[in-house]
């Protein structure tokens, strides 16, 4: 590891003294994943030695980062933590509200409800800038500098335990080989675009108090996120998903936030041209709070075996990556964080061996799994039956709470929303059948029809 930029002095706790033998953690990485497992275990009483390549200063300078959604029980979570410094300033994500659009530039139908607990979406260089901060307050070694392949292997002969929450291309790709059987995609599945905006106009159309989607299925899906943005505050983050090759697939050659803002005002005049006036005013937070690029969902192994033979834990992004379509990431590794913290409590003294941190992986993985099943569900088409509980869900809205609960708990999406005899049974409990349905299919087939007719007439009538 390189010499340090910046280091906070180790303050024992009280409560240290409980434990016979005081076990000492080393964590790789100061996002979302090693903040959260940094401060469950300070507050069981761990020795914390937290390893950031960035200086709290460094993120509060830092380029745009993903949008980053907590939902309720996450929020929760970090309240519990006592890391929620935003909650009086930042927006708060009351629900969702979908539309379901075609390519004649219309919403087919759409869909709404609140969550049962709020979520937050904060800007990540304000969470980690802090984070690092409050850690180093409550106890922890923080210690500022890129950690090489040769760094990993002098922590994990200094710890019980070293944890990577991040990718570093210094490790090597295979540290953490990839998981074959649990990965499901070889390449990236879609084009991402991501800009916070400010100066919108949220009475425009409807939907924009709640976190709204626009979905034109198999061209892009469009994201509008309330948001609490590092330079001015309340904002919107707005993430694109473009199919690769498609016609939205258009940021290729953006180097700026203003062009990037060009390209996403023309592409959402092209195919959802109600939100024009929503963007009338709108201009870019900064001209850094922009991303763009592409990833591939991979599921890796848990344990990185160092070339001495030693190992160390992978946590987070560093061995689940899912595409952000469904807002888990952040998500993930939060609820990732709090399970090994649990884990590494309850272990005591015992070493903590590669064969348990396997067991440990594999015992998370039965939620883990649900979370990719449910971010990769709606990387693909959908099928007929879940076609069926979304138009379902546009005329009763209990229906979409449940539905929309699922970005909160993917859990509680199965096994209704990935099976048909599951979905039939789900709609069943609301009274609906296969009439009912046909009858709510007849009705968007109508608004539809209509829709294309009308604009064949005034396109005759515009004709020269």
């Known amino acids: 590891m390189n010499r340090l930029a910046r280091s906070y002095p180790w303050q024992v706790l009280s409560r240290c003294a409980a434990l016979a033998h005081v076990r000492s953690i080393g964590i790789v990485g100061a996002g979302q994943a090693g903040i959260v497992l940094s401060a469950e275990l300070l507050r069981a009483g761990y020795q914390v030695s937290l390893y950031s390549d960035r200086t709290p200063e460094d993120y509060l300078a830092d380029r745009g980062r993903p949008t980053a959604c907590l939902f309720g029980d996450q929020v929760g979570r970090e309240r ?4 929620n410094f935003w909650d009086d300033e930042a927006p708060r994500v009351r629900g969702i509200h979908v539309d379901l659009c075609t390519d004649d530039r219309m919403i087919a139908f759409s869909a709404a409800a609140p969550f049962r607990d709020h979520g937050l979406a904060v800007d990540q260089r304000l969470k980690f800038s802090r984070g690092i901060t409050e850690v180093a ?17 002098s922590l994990a002969e200094q710890h019980d335990l070293v944890v990577v929450t991040a990718g570093n291309r210094s490790f090597g790709k295979d540290l953490f080989k990839p998981d074959t059987d649990r990965s499901v995609y070889r390449e990236p599945q879609r084009r991402l675009f991501m800009l916070n905006i400010c100066g919108y106009d949220e009475t425009a159309s409807p939907g924009h108090e709640y976190a709204k989607f626009s979905f034109l299925p198999g061209v892009v899906e469009i994201f509008w996120v309330p948001f609490y943005d590092k330079d001015v505050g309340v904002a919107k983050s707005v993430v694109l998903e473009a199919i690769p090759g498609g016609p939205a697939d258009r940021f290729g050659e953006v180097t ?18 109600w939100e024009d006036d929503f963007l009338a005013g709108a201009k870019p937070t900064s001209p850094v709070t922009w991303i763009k690029g592409g990833l591939t969902p991979t599921v890796r192994e848990p344990v990185g075996v160092l070339p001495s033979g030693r190992h160390v834990l992978g946590l987070g992004d560093a061995v689940i990556l899912n595409d952000p379509i469904a807002g888990q990431g952040a998500n993930n590794a939060t609820r990732m964080a709090g399970f090994f ?9 015992e070493p903590f061996d590669p064969r348990w941190l396997t067991a440990q ?8 799994k649900l979370v990719n099943d449910f971010s990769n569900a709606l990387l693909e088409p959908l099928q007929g039956f879940q076609q069926d509980v979304l138009i379902a869900s546009s005329r009763r809205p209990e229906i979409a709470a449940r539905v929309f609960e699922g970005f909160n708990d993917p859990a509680g999406l199965a096994p209704w929303f ?4 599951a979905a039939r049974a789900f709609l069943a409990e609301y009274g609906i059948g296969r009439v009912e349905l046909l009858r709510y299919k007849l009705a968007v087939a109508r608004k539809v029809i209509t829709h294309k007719l009308l604009k064949r007439r005034a396109d005759r009538r515009a004709a020269p």
């Open 256 to 273: 700026t936030a203003e062009e990037g803002f060009d390209v996403l005002r023309e592409l959402v005049h092209d195919y959802f041209p």
């Open 137 to 153: 307050d409550r106890g922890a070694t923080v210690a500022i500098g890129d950690v090489s392949l040769d760094g990993l292997e």
């Open 361 to 368: 992986f594999d015992a998370f993985w039965a939620q883990g």
């Open 341 to 349: 913290a649990e884990r590494i409590v309850e272990r005591g003294n």
């Open 418 to 421: 990935y099976e048909l005899a």
């Open 80 to 83: 519990a933590l006592g890391l």
